[in-house]
């Protein structure tokens, strides 16, 4: 099993990929709307890359739920 | 004793021999909709790539749209009314179930008694009724087919929700088919279609208001997920590979979906110079009219050329889908 460092990079190159920002700002402490300025939209596109990368499943209202890098970094380390 | 039946030979293949399209006059800017709901130009242009849409007017109907677009489309095949035997109308606008469109198209555009029906496969509706065609050109059940997506949104908007009246307009689009000369390369391929009956509730006309809605965010994940691996499928059905694709027109659900699926497409080998429709950008969402009306506007701009293999893909309400690669005429 991943730990989180390693779901945290992933992560980071996935959201670089879709949104176009620098995998080392992808940090814990982020929020994904208020600091990264990523839209509800690309948070789908983000799931959705997420789950093939990680082999888990994020719905939509789990998804809502996710507001910092951080949520997503221990969702995933839950759930996978 | 009992005779035996025939069947006509047909045609080895089926071809698109004209287009046409027809838009409302009236432009609604981002800005117009501001006025009325609270949205702004930047919030609707960054999430859904529209910058304009047109709007009927009140006494416009779906059928006035797909007679003007039906009527260019066989103008521009250089054919007569007389020489079309079956219209098809794909919409899921009209007013009412009953009478359909097509018939009453078929009989303004001066087509006389041809078989007429409408189909309704919501936004994937020119792409299901495509096939239709194709395939009853190939059987010879037509000689000619007039296959028109015409749709009135705007009827079946809430224009106070900001969800949807900001993404749906009006407008047609027509293509006349019929056999493929023996000297001509097949010009539309096999269709790849589907559904997903599961997911129909999420896009829908609520009865308490007659008015469209939709889970956007679900509609978004299907979309640009389920949606390039069916394109790809029809890639393969006519024995191409991506790059062999020049022109993609995918149905003008939102510009964010259309990259996607570009995207996705050009992961598995189609070319990076590939052109992609973006009509939605002054057009909106028109249903089952979008990718007709994307494909009369680009030739117009000089953006598709004759001989180009385009790749068309709808999908949208029922939920439902369809892909096919066509040679543009
Ligand atoms: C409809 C769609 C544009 C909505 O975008 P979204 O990012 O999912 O929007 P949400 O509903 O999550 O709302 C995000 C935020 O924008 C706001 N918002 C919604 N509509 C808005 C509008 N028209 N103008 C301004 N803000 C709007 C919301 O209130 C919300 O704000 P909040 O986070 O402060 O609460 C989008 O989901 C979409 O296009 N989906 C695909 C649908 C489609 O293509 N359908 C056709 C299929 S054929």
């Known amino acids: ?80 | 004793m009992s005779g035996r039946m025939t069947l006509p030979s047909g045609a080895a293949g089926a071809r698109i021999l004209g287009i046409g399209s027809s838009q409302p006059n009236t432009i609604v800017t981002n800005d117009d909709l501001a006025e009325r709901v609270e949205t702004s130009d930047e919030w609707i242009r960054d999430r859904v790539g529209i910058a304009e849409r047109r709007i009927a007017d009140a006494d416009t109907t779906v059928v006035d749209m797909a007679v003007e677009a039906g009527g260019r489309a066989l103008k521009d095949a250089g054919l007569t009314p007389s020489d079309i035997d079956t219209v098809i109308v794909a919409t899921c606008t009209m007013p009412s179930p009953i009478p359909n469109a097509a018939a009453q198209t078929a009989d303004r555009i001066g087509i006389s008694a041809p078989g007429a029906f409408d189909l309704n496969a919501a936004c994937a509706g020119f792409s299901y009724a495509l096939g239709t065609a194709s395939d009853l050109v190939r059987a010879g059940s037509a000689r000619h087919a007039l296959v028109i997506g015409a749709e009135k949104l705007s009827d079946w908007l809430d224009w106070q929700d900001r969800s949807t009246c900001i993404i749906f307009a009006d407008g047609a689009g027509a293509a006349v088919v019929g056999a493929a000369g023996s000297d001509d390369r097949i010009g539309i391929g096999p269709v790849a279609w589907g559904s997903a009956g599961d997911l129909n509730q999420m896009i829908r006309i609520r009865t308490e208001n007659n008015a469209l809605f939709q889970e956007g965010q679900a509609v978004f994940r299907w979309a640009t997920t389920k949606i390039a691996p069916v394109a790809l499928r029809a890639i393969e059905l006519a024995g191409l590979t991506p790059a062999d694709i020049d022109v993609l027109i995918p149905h003008q659900a939102n510009l964010r979906i259309v990259d996607s699926i570009a995207k996705r497409l050009r992961s598995k080998g189609a070319r990076e110079d590939m052109r992609v429709a973006d009509d939605i950008v002054h057009s909106g969402n028109t249903s089952s009219a979008s990718i007709p009306l994307a494909l009369d506007h680009m030739r117009a701009e000089g953006r598709v050329c004759s001989g180009d293999t385009l790749l068309l893909v709808g999908f949208g309400a029922g939920l439902s889908y369809a892909s096919q690669v066509v040679v543009c005429p």
């Open chain 1, 1 to 80: 099993m991943a730990d989180n460092a390693e779901i945290l990079s992933g992560l980071a190159e996935i959201v670089e990929e879709v949104a176009g920002i620098d995998a080392a700002d992808v940090s814990t402490e982020k929020s994904f709307v208020d600091d990264l300025d990523i839209d509800s939209l690309s948070m789908v596109e983000i799931a959705v890359q997420a789950e093939d990368k990680f082999g888990v499943k994020i719905p939509d209202d789990q998804l809502a739920e996710l507001k910092t890098v951080g949520d997503a970094v221990s969702y995933i380390a839950k759930n996978k």
